[in-house]
């Protein structure tokens, strides 16, 4: 019995060693151009990720109501949100992640352009407080053009991209599970349930 565990654990994790390439090109708002490709077991296994198209309103007053409605609940929820990015140990954790994963990723030709506004200078401010030192990690990697901006006047967000990357699942595996039982996460989850309080 035991053998046997032993025997289908080993052979979940050498699934799990065999690297995936993603290639892709992306468009936001626009989606007529986005394509993506997913590769396994070195092209043995290849699957097209379809995208969904965005839905259209029906009437421009529910679009509206609609609108006015997310932003009076999403207001609430990214105050909490906010409460954990305030927490000095929380971002450099998260800026940690995102280093560590950038270097296990092996990129070609990677192009990333995006813009990002929450329609809130103050709420725009407090992301970028995060997502900043993350761009200005990004755009001094060679062989990538990565520009990310912030929008503090508009809600926003717009997305231009396209490459290759190659990763091991594993290795994805590892640096999330570490990620999740870090005590800077979880005193940044904790801050996000309070409010801040």
Do not use: C, H
């Not at 799990?16 to 892709?24: C, D, R, S």
């Not at 997310?70 to 906010?82: I, L, M, Q």
């Not at 995102?98 to 813009?115: E, F, G, H």
């Not at 290795?171 to 309080?197: D, E, F, H, K, N």
Request: glycine letters at 8%.
């Amino acid at each position: 019995m035991l053998t046997g565990v032993l025997v289908i654990l080993l052979f979940l994790i050498a699934l799990l060693a065999i690297p995936v390439t993603l290639t892709f090109r992306m468009s936001r708002p626009r989606v007529f151009r986005d394509d993506t490709l997913l590769e396994w077991a070195f092209g043995l296994v290849r699957v097209r990720i379809p995208v969904s198209e965005p839905k259209v309103p029906s009437s421009g007053g529910d679009k509206s109501k609609r609108k006015t409605d997310r932003s009076r609940r999403s207001s609430g929820k990214r105050t909490n949100a906010f409460a954990a990015i305030r927490l000095k140990p929380f971002r450099r954790r998260i800026i940690r992640f995102v280093s560590d994963l950038w270097r296990a990723v092996q990129k070609k030709d990677i192009s990333l352009r995006v813009r990002v506004g929450l329609g809130d200078p103050a709420d725009t401010g407090q992301l970028w407080a995060i997502v900043g030192p993350i761009a200005g990690l990004l755009a001094s990697v060679q062989g990538a053009v990565i520009a990310i901006e912030p929008d503090f006047y508009d809600s926003t967000f717009e997305l231009n991209s396209a490459g290759s990357i190659r990763l091991i699942p594993l290795q994805l595996i590892y640096l999330t599970i570490a990620l999740l039982l870090s005590p800077q996460v979880w005193q940044g989850i904790v801050r996000m349930r309070t409010g801040g309080t």
